[in-house]
């Protein structure tokens, strides 16, 4: 059964780097049929999508975030991870990690983590 973790810290503080990683279990993230996704929604707000990572690396970010946003993985632990940098209070989410195939989009999330960015 595929499973996917999210995990980081709960709180940052405004202008630090947030770093999350989802932990994938019963899927590999170089299986060439998934692509991999970071997805947060703010307290009240719609979901906002932050990027795409395939199988072949590439890697699509939303424009209003690519500059601050990275998202890598780490084949050796079934893990993708994202940083997102310089933060701000806007930044308050809870983020998902997110599978995807070709034909099924964003159809398999994580639970998610709360992350709060205190000033």
């Known amino acids: 059964q595929v499973q996917l973790q999210e995990s980081g810290p709960g709180l940052v503080t405004t202008s630090q780097t947030l770093s999350l990683t989802c932990t994938v279990s019963?899927?590999?993230?170089?299986?060439?049929?998934?692509?991999w996704s970071w997805i947060r929604q703010p307290p009240g707000k719609g979901l906002e999508w932050i990027g795409d990572?395939?199988?072949?690396?590439?890697?699509y970010y939303s424009p209003s975030l690519r500059s601050r946003t990275s998202i890598s993985w780490d084949k050796s632990k079934n893990q993708f991870m994202m940083q997102l940098t310089s933060v701000t209070p806007e930044d308050t989410a809870k983020y998902y990690c997110?599978?995807?195939?070709?034909?099924?989009?964003?159809?398999?999330w994580g639970q998610g983590t709360q992350v709060t960015v205190s000033s």
């Open positions: 997110v599978r995807s195939t070709a034909f099924d989009f964003y159809s398999f």
């Open positions: 990572k395939f199988w072949n690396g590439l890697t």
């Open positions: 019963g899927a590999s993230i170089s299986n060439s049929s998934y692509y």
